[in-house]
């Protein structure tokens, strides 16, 4: 067993060598799911994350769920209830995020090449749309004056600079993210002030770091070009969401990231702001870190088969419904995420076996040349750290098989 699969065993409920997810072994899971492939979320563990996280983050530090991490809509609902807001990247993603009864004015809307229904529908609503490139922000003068309604406004900046050691760099040099950090200023200069209600900056720098240092370097490089920006133009800037980027760990020899040092850092820059920020509201959007861990793949071994001394399980799940599990979703070099067998956490026989899924495509791996118990037809494979960037981020339509199950418990 990986250290990393046994670490994260640490702090699971087991008992009689099977695992229990919300207390419930997996068979009970898959018939209250109707049947396996299925994704569970537990929801007392996304609500012990968040609690964990506000402990240790600065108290005016405000928390955002990126609902396209997992939108589904009955987590969602729960995030809502424990973060002061949500960030959305769709017009599908706001009208979840506004059904689950938060504040308009806690919801704010990112991407690139915003359509203009979504424009619309944004302005109508009062999210803060975060502006992207500055002939959305045209767009949106046109859209707010046919309202007859101010366009609650941030600008998305595109950096000069690049989270170190990030898993996906979204920020510095040139992005189709945000408006270049050197052009802010004279797009602020020309913002029509009966068109829209500026709320402040949006610096969103990377996404799956492990590294706190990389993550205070990022921080520390955001607060002085929000402030550079801030000093730059006479509009009062009230929030700056810098971003997120905190990472849970997948692979051997990862490690869960220390928040201590991150926070406070964060502490210290929240304290020696400048008259630029002296009042605006520090958000921080995070999806992965919020709801991966609490998530779990599962699905069943319907036929075992020896291919020239290599043993395969072949299971009813794979690449179509977990995309990222199966090496093909930004990784550079595929490695197994944390798996288990539900029912045989560990076992006298072990056998290194190759776990694939249903597609017809050698693409679609469940784990690759992982030492399990001798598994049997019928046992339940259950990928781990799976909550973010399953179900929402795999191409469930591939090969036609039927879409995934979700439960929240
Ligand atoms: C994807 C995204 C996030 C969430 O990233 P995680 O790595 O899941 O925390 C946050 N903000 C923006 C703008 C994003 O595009």
């Known amino acids: 067993m990986s250290k990393l699969v046994h670490e994260r065993l640490q702090r699971l409920p087991l008992r009689d060598n099977r695992l229990l997810i919300a207390g419930r072994h997996t068979a009970e899971l898959v018939a209250i ?7 569970i979320y537990d929801r007392d ?21 990126a609902i396209k991490a997992n939108p589904m809509p009955a987590l969602v609902d729960h995030m809502a209830c424990l973060l002061d807001g949500l960030d959305v990247a769709s017009m599908a993603e706001m009208q979840v995020a506004l059904g689950s009864g938060m504040d308009p004015e806690h919801i704010s ?27 959305e922000l045209e767009r949106l003068a046109e859209i707010a004056a046919r309202q007859g309604k101010k366009a609650r406004i941030a600008i998305r900046v595109n950096p000069d600079f690049e989270l170190k ?20 200023a004279d797009v602020l200069s020309r913002l029509a002030a009966d068109c829209f209600d500026f709320q402040g900056l949006h610096i969103f720098s990377g996404s799956q770091n492990l590294q706190a240092q990389s993550l205070i370097d990022a921080h520390n490089k955001t607060f002085e070009l929000a402030e550079r920006i801030a000093n730059s133009t006479s509009l009062e800037v009230r929030k700056v969401n810098i971003g997120g980027g905190l990472g849970i760990p997948y692979f051997p020899g990862e490690k869960a990231l220390a928040l201590d040092g991150i926070a406070a850092n964060l502490a210290q820059l929240l304290g020696r702001r400048g008259p630029g920020l002296a009042q605006a509201e520090i958000v921080m959007e995070l999806g992965r870190y919020l709801v991966g861990e609490a998530g779990y793949y599962i699905c069943q071994v319907t036929d075992i088969k020896m291919s020239r001394g290599q043993r395969y ?13 199966s090496g093909n979703f930004g990784q550079v ?14 076992g006298e026989a072990m056998e290194c076996v190759e776990i694939v899924g249903p597609l017809c495509t050698p693409l679609d791996i469940v784990a690759a040349g992982v ?39």
């Open 109 to 135: 809307f990112a991407g690139p090449a915003k359509q203009p229904v979504e424009l619309s529908a944004a302005v109508a609503a009062g999210v803060t749309l975060n502006v992207e490139s500055e002939l």
């Open 333 to 346: 070099l595929r490695k197994n995420y944390p798996v288990v067998l539900a029912d045989k956490i560990t």
């Open 45 to 65: 563990t996304t609500t012990e994350t968040v609690l964990a996280l506000r402990q240790a983050m600065p108290e005016s530090l405000k928390l955002h769920y």
């Open 33 to 39: 799911a109707g049947g396996s492939p299925c994704y």
């Open 165 to 184: 050691t990030s898993g996906m760099k979204m920020g510095g040099g040139p992005k189709q993210f945000g408006i270049d950090a050197e052009r802010v």
């Open 313 to 325: 399980l072949m299971t009813d799940g794979g690449l179509h419904h977990h995309l990222a599990n």
């Open 371 to 409: 030492e399990l118990p001798v598994a049997e037809l019928g046992d339940y494979v259950v990928v781990l750290q799976s909550g973010a960037y399953g179900a929402s981020a795999s191409p469930q339509g591939f090969l036609s098989h039927p879409p995934v199950r979700e439960l929240l418990l």
